[in-house]
């Protein structure tokens, strides 16, 4: 990274752990370039290891067992140029690793429990997104990964979820006021009684009146749509494809909101979708369509969450240029 980014843009991903936010962050390292981001996971900034957290019973949600000065600290000084000696939370071992050196770069994205916790860093992010997973979901996705993958008994995956609900909800749940976008995941409307969670319904909660963000939106802006887009246009098999735009308020805010619910048997179709969505700060006609396309191999990639991951990834994108754009302005003119 030869040139030194005059305006450093911090994008902050808040959510618990195992809710999506990996898939994510390679999407928009794939909008932005490898080399043009820098992920910063905020467990680094643990202050207890993993033994003290056992000790006192604190855990990793608290913000007791986080270093928030520190934090605060480090994402300033980068977004002001500066580099830093950012610690390591080592997760194998739990343990507080030797620090690393972390330069600048054109954007950084802090991700992890707490990214709008605390006033100060809150307040450094330029762009804000919370995945927001509903308890049904969560547990059915943490049963087929732990069981499967770790080998860990139904009782005990249910007792760990249950042992970090009051934690998640007093620290956590509370942080998704302040995100500019809420990506929420609910179990499906279209089949009755669904145990298997393997159809979603995704909303995307978009903040009115942010200066330069500009909600995508259904058809007509302001309007409330029920859209079943299935039928000559839509190849859609059961239980088909239901799209919903409308206003609404969310912690006293105004917003607006998106949803799919349902499956996309063929993403070359998405073109249709996409087609009737405004708002969705592409550059080309079918660009949305052709980033999903690409990715077809990524958790999420045929539903919502793969659609409003990619439209959030640009909106970041349009939030980065504008940011950025307006500094080369004002360079231009002094």
């Not at 990214?115 to 969560?138: A, C, M, T």
Request: glycine share 8%; hydrophobic share 35%; aromatic share 8%.
């Amino acid at each position: 990274m030869g040139n030194k980014p005059d305006r450093i843009v911090v994008i902050g991903v808040a959510g618990d752990s195992g809710c999506g936010k990996s898939t994510f962050l390679r999407r928009i390292t794939d909008i932005f370039g490898q080399d043009f981001v820098t992920v910063i996971c905020l467990d680094d900034y643990h202050s207890l290891d993993r033994k003290q957290r056992k000790e006192t019973g604190i855990t990793a949600l608290d913000p007791r067992a986080n270093n928030f000065d520190l934090m605060a600290e480090q994402i300033k000084a980068l977004k002001s140029g500066q580099s830093i000696m950012k610690p390591i939370y080592n997760h194998e071992t739990g343990m507080i690793d030797p620090p690393e050196k972390i330069t600048p770069n054109h954007i950084i994205v802090i991700e992890g429990l707490h990214p709008f916790h605390d006033e100060r860093v809150r307040e450094l992010v330029d762009f804000g997104v919370y995945l927001d997973i509903s308890d049904q979901v969560k547990i059915a996705w943490k049963i087929q990964r732990d069981m499967a993958e770790r080998g860990h008994r139904y009782e005990d995956i249910l007792a760990s979820i249950n042992a970090r609900r009051p934690d998640f909800e007093a620290y956590i749940d509370p942080q998704k006021q302040h995100a500019d976008v809420v990506i929420q995941i609910l179990p499906t409307q279209l089949i009755p009684d669904d145990k298997e969670h393997k159809v979603l319904r995704i909303r995307l909660i978009q903040k009115e009146g942010i200066e330069g963000f500009e909600p995508a939106y259904l058809f007509d802006e302001g309007s409330t749509i029920n859209w079943i887009p299935c039928g000559r246009k839509l190849t859609c098999s059961y239980p088909g494809i239901k799209m919903f735009y409308g206003p609404d308020t969310y912690y006293g805010n105004e917003v607006s909101v998106l949803e799919v619910d349902g499956r996309f048997d063929n993403l070359d179709e998405m073109i249709y979708v996409e087609g009737h969505l405004s708002n969705i700060s592409t550059k080309y006609y079918g660009e949305m369509t052709h980033m999903m396309r690409e990715h077809q191999d990524y958790p999420g990639a045929n539903d919502g969450s793969g659609l409003f991951q990619v439209l959030v990834g640009l909106k970041m994108r349009s939030t980065y240029e504008r940011l950025t754009g307006a500094v080369e302005k004002v360079a231009a003119t002094v």
